[in-house]
């Protein structure tokens, strides 16, 4: 099983390859598509050899470009969890020209306890599980070698502030799994490390270099609101990679939060 993370906008996503199948975890923002198709390129995987497009959430940053995929003939799986929300944010993403809505007729709807069947038929041995907290219609995969894909859960790190929310109860779920590698939608990849198991609940990324101040967090957020990939953005203020990653993830998964906010949960982080 061979897993890309592919890194063409401020969403991680990933291809997931059995060698008998190709999934596609989650989107960019709608306007991606063009870079998307190159990163997919640059891994010399045409577009049209994907199978399916799974999709953590339907937040806009998580499925923009979803329905422009599945034009060129992958199908979106649904779970059946998510149905209701598969057009929440269409109204929010038509303001963009290069927006697709996502056509119902090039999905696959299932129940989660289905998805093992089904994805063992692409040569995937895993699972999806429902993992709500950042939004009632949040799903993550698990496959057998210990990868977990959690989209917008919040990290580990932030659990304990947590306990007691469907956030703790969906992260109890997972641990139970034993994973050995964490892929996040707006966080750098977590992988276990064998002398440090007991710090999984605790600060699991590196802590953030250097400080953050409110004029320099409050452009990154304005860059991200364009849309903007991590790279850019790095090279436009020449912040640190890791503060960066840091205020897009917590921008993008707090509900309205605001500057004050992301600079608090950037110290707990590195508490």
Known sequence: MIVHELKYSATNTYLVDSGKGLLL??????????????ACGQLEIPVQQIDVILISHFHPDHYGIAGQIAQLGPKVLVMDRQRDYL????EVLAKDQDFEPINEEQCIFLSCEESEDFLAGLGIDGKVIPTPGHSDDSISLWLSDGTLFVGDLNPLYELEAHRGTQIAESWDRLLDLKPEKICYGHARTWERDSEN????CNCIDD???GSADVALVSRIMKLTDKGMPKEKIQKKTGADPVLIEDVIRMYLTHRNVGVAGILDRIEIKNR
């Open 87 to 90: 057009h929440a944010y269409d």
């Open 25 to 38: 975890f989650d989107t960019g923002w709608a306007g991606t598509f063009s870079t998307f198709c190159r």
């Open 207 to 209: 802590s953030t270099e």
């Open 197 to 200: 198991e007991a710090k999984r």
